[in-house]
């Protein structure tokens, strides 16, 4: 580690004393088997939900096309085994307010029946940067490390704004989870590979592998898989919450910052997760979509935990059977303990994005109520961005939301550090995401109140136009009027003059 | 159990805590003040156990009765040990044979005055403690310089008639402190190199005269640095506070020794170790940021030696606390940790596109 990483990398964050991940990150991974039912959902990714190909009683095949991305950003889905769809409809969110969505439901005939390979193999660098970048859209590849931003338009914004570095996010600083190291571990040549892949899509001449210390196997077999490759560069990055965020792991790997409100290809690099490059090997070698992942099912309930390859719609509650629990439950998260979120029962499907599902007991969630704030100060400290979260807690209190936004209310990245730390046990991030949510709603408010008075200025205009056309046009009609009968009058005097003249001639 | 039975209480991120409670914290700060408070009852007698007793009760029941007041619940607000530990750190700063009404009213006027009308902890501007203590100075000048010396423990009921008046304390106890002599010393005109100190500041086993935390300064000492092992304080503040007070005074020294005291003195004297790490250091009433602490545990410590060397009071920690307690604001509000990705102003810092590195 050089100096600049340490004197940039580490003052930031928390540390928990125990991160939890053993000792399901040292299980050898498991293959869970196929479950009765699958409930595909039709948005995984950021942007736009897919639109479902096939109708209720199809037949579908392992890898088949079941829903088609729409729009730009945007994935397909496929379904993860052979069965028949039994429904189209919604199934509870993996989210807080167990809302529903809409998922495609596959009564499994258990045969795993294969369908054909999405594309014919050849070699990844004989194709065109558009080329891979399509094989990658079709496969239905989004961030794997839980932002789910399709990874196919990623790549292509990468090449149009010529970026130069790939980060390689190996960071996986939540605790308890361990998908992504169970990644490097067993499948570093397939990662290698798909990082080679995506230098090729992207442009990128250099690819920066970031590896949290914690986690030496998979540095290891990280190392080893990318010898020969000079371009790829494996670097331990110190063991610190949120180290895996993009933000932070580019400044620790490059020393660079990214402009608040920009994104990382801004200053040239772009950031893949380790998972995500796997499942971009499969899908361009092997023509493989994504249909399934390992995830961490870890926490105090749980009887087996460890690291599970499983399809991709698989409720939790058959997952949760499949590791076993000791005891109930006080929580279910869907993601690690400092942003996943709570689920609101096990009737809830994984989707691409989900790393890890913990089953948390209630020794483990240590809720208090919050009491005052004493200002000490340990949210500031912790803070990953410079942020001064008491402050901006203070300030949306009163309702000062504009205050909190002219102090970086936008930047904040909902981590969860300040709340984590805060003796108080003030929920910080929920104060926050209520902002944001307020701020946006008011924004939308003014967008919407500054529409109508346009509409209402541009009829207040068009009304004054018509009256002055109006008025113009009853001025232009006397003046012709006018002009008519001057003329008129003219020919008339001319007439009796002529005649006139005539008479006196 | 079936997964299917489960129906979840759902809540916002994180879904893990640190531990650290408020509560926690205020009582591991009281845990590191308790060998100095100990070895001070057994320098100073009995009549500084009641005293101590008095005031932290009173600091107790102005909280209770305020809160009262207010319509809360005392009894879990009371648990968060800050008024406990308001009440500790003015009993540390008090004469210890002051009488018990002197206790009475600072306790009451901490937590009250000093603490609950500006809607309780984390609200208060100033440190309770030390408006307190500087209240009854300004209010009680006579009881509150009245300094015996460590000597003859009087046993608990003998302490107890002293501390509630009964017993006249004899004269030829009292002495002023080390910082006061002095000061008494360069006002009658003689200077330092001809005044006879009562007693080194530089004394290992704190037998002179002061404050109940005042002699004891390397337990003091100790306890902050327990603090600092656990975390619960950072350098900054104290490292900052310390340093201003022994940089001028050393200076000072080195040019006139005979109208400036030494910088051993200064840091081994009054409130100056109790006030770096104990109450300086008060989360509500210093900056948040480590730069903010910087300064502000800078400005005390200046402040602290401006007081005593030219002041007309001999001791200026609690003074000095004050002011930059006032001033905390201003700098919380001129100090601020650059926000990642943004230039100092706040602006978003520019865009360097694909810039080969």
Redesign the interface.
């Known amino acids: 580690m050089g100096l600049r990483e340490l004197l940039n990398g580490v003052r930031w964050g ?1 540390h ?1 004393h125990d991160d939890h991940k053993r000792p399901a990150a040292d299980v050898p991974l498991r293959v869970m088997p196929l479950p009765e039912r699958l409930c595909v959902p039709l948005l995984q990714h950021v942007g736009a939900p897919a639109l479902p190909v096939v109708k209720v009683g199809e037949r579908v095949l392992r890898g088949q096309l079941i829903a088609a991305a729409q729009g730009n950003v945007s994935a397909p889905v496929h379904s993860p085994s052979s069965g028949v769809i039994s429904a189209i409809g919604e199934v509870t969110a993996p989210h ?3 809302l529903p969505f809409a998922a495609i439901t596959i009564e499994l005939d258990g045969k795993d029946e294969a369908g054909e390979p999405l594309t014919p193999q050849v070699d990844p660098f004989s194709l065109t940067p558009a080329e891979v970048s399509q094989r990658i859209a079709d496969a239905g590849i989004v961030g794997l490390g839980g932002a789910t931003f399709p990874s196919a338009p990623k790549a292509q914004l990468g090449l149009k ?5 790939l980060i390689i996010n190996g960071g996986e600083c939540e ?1 308890y989870l361990s998908s992504d190291d169970s990644v490097m571990r067993v499948r570093a040549d397939e990662v290698i590979d798909g990082v080679r892949i995506l230098m090729h899509a992207t442009g990128a001449t ?1 690819a920066l592998v970031g590896i949290e210390d914690n986690k030496p196997e998979a540095t290891a077999a990280m190392r080893k898989a990318a010898e020969g490759f000079a371009s790829i560069e494996i670097r331990p990055v110190p063991a610190r919450y949120p180290m895996g965020s993009d ?1 932070q792991l580019v ?1 620790v790997l ?1 020393g660079k ?6 994104r990382t290809a ?3 690099v772009l950031v893949n997760n380790v998972s995500t490059c796997a499942a971009i090997h499969r899908a361009v070698r092997v023509g493989e979509p994504l249909y399934r992942r390992i995830v961490t099912v870890n926490g105090g309930a749980v009887a087996q935990p460890g690291n599970v390859l499983a399809p991709i719609g698989v409720l ?2 058959d997952l ?2 499949f590791v076993g ?1 000791k ?7 869907m ?1 690690g ?11 809830v499907p994984t989707v691409k994005g989900c790393g890890g599902i ?1 089953a ?1 007991t209630a020794g ?5 109520a919050p ?7 340990s949210c ?2 912790a ?6 979260p ?2 901006l807690s203070a300030h949306i209190h009163a309702g000062e939301y504009d205050k909190a936004e ?3 209310l936008d ?1 904040c990245l ?1 981590c ?1 550090c300040c ?3 805060c ?3 003030v ?1 910080l ?2 104060t926050f ?1 209520h902002a944001k949510g307020e701020v946006w709603k008011r924004a939308q408010q003014k967008k919407r109140t500054e529409f109508t008075k346009g509409l209402a200025q541009a009829r207040k205009e068009r009304l004054e136009r018509e009256a002055r056309e109006r008025v113009e046009a009853a001025a232009r009609r006397k003046a012709e009027r006018a002009a008519q009968q001057a003329a008129a009058q003219q020919a008339a005097t001319s007439a009796s003059a002529n005649t006139a003249g005539g008479a006196s001639a | ?1 079936s ?2 039975s ?17 509560s ?2 205020m009582l591991k700060v009281v845990a590191t003040l308790v060998p100095a408070t100990v070895y001070g009852f057994w320098l100073f007698g009995s009549p500084a156990f009641w005293l101590w007793l008095i005031t932290i009760a009173s600091a107790l029941a102005g909280e209770a009765v305020c809160l009262r007041w207010a319509g809360r619940d005392p009894a879990p ?1 009371l648990k ?1 040990g ?1 008024a406990l530990l308001t009440g500790w750190l003015l009993a540390l700063s008090l004469p210890p044979w002051a009488p018990w009404w002197i206790g009475v009213v600072g306790g009451l006027f901490a937590t009250t005055l000093g603490k609950q009308v500006f809607g ?4 208060n501007l100033f440190n309770p403690a030390m408006i307190a203590r500087i209240a009854l100075l300004v209010s009680f000048p006579v009881q509150m310089t009245y300094w015996v010396v460590p000597a003859g423990a009087p046993g608990l009921l003998d302490g107890l008639l002293i501390t509630l008046g009964h017993i006249p304390v004899p004269d030829a106890m009292s002495s002023a402190t080390l910082l006061g002599h002095a000061k008494t010393d360069l006002a009658r005109g003689v200077d330092l190199l001809h005044t006879e100190l009562p007693g080194h500041a530089f004394n290992w086993v704190g037998a002179r005269v002061g404050s109940l935390g005042e002699t004891s300064t390397w337990l003091i000492a100790a306890g902050g640095v327990a603090l600092l092992t656990m975390r619960i304080i950072t350098w900054h503040v104290p490292v900052a506070m310390l340093a201003a007070i022994a940089v001028p005074a050393a200076i000072g020294h080195a040019v006139d020794p005979a109208r400036y005291i030494d910088w051993t003195t200064h840091l081994m004297s009054g409130g100056a170790m109790l006030g770096a790490f104990f109450i300086a250091t008060d ?2 009433t ?5 730069a903010g ?1 910087v300064v502000f545990g800078l400005g005390c410590g200046l402040l602290t030696w401006v007081i005593r060397t030219y002041g007309g009071y001999p001791e200026g920690v609690a003074f000095a606390v004050l002011l930059m307690n006032a001033l905390t604001p201003a700098i ?1 509000r001129l100090i ?7 230039t100092f102003t ?1 602006k ?10």
């Open positions: 928390v928990p807080p307010s167990g704004l010529s970026v130069h570095t605790p250099k933000r400044q490059t910052e990214v402009p608040s409100g920009a801004s200053i040239g939790i509650e949760l059977r629990l005891e109930t439950p006080a929580r279910l998260v993601g303990p400092m942003m996943g979120v709570a689920l609101p029962h096990a009737q913990l948390l483990e969630i240590t809720d208090t009491s005052a704030c004493i200002r000490c100060g500031v400290k803070c990953p961005m410079g942020l001064l008491l402050e002219a102090k970086g930047d909902a969860g709340a984590y730390v003796p108080s046990h929920p991030v929920q995401y | 159990m997964a299917q489960m129906i979840l209480q759902t809540v916002a991120s994180p879904h893990a805590r640190a531990g650290e409670s408020v926690v914290v607000l968060d800050s309780g902890l984390g609200n989360y509500v210093s900056p948040s940021t480590r602490q919380d601020k940790p650059r926000v990642y990705g943004r706040g978003p810092a520019s865009v360097q596109k694909g810039k080969s590195k």
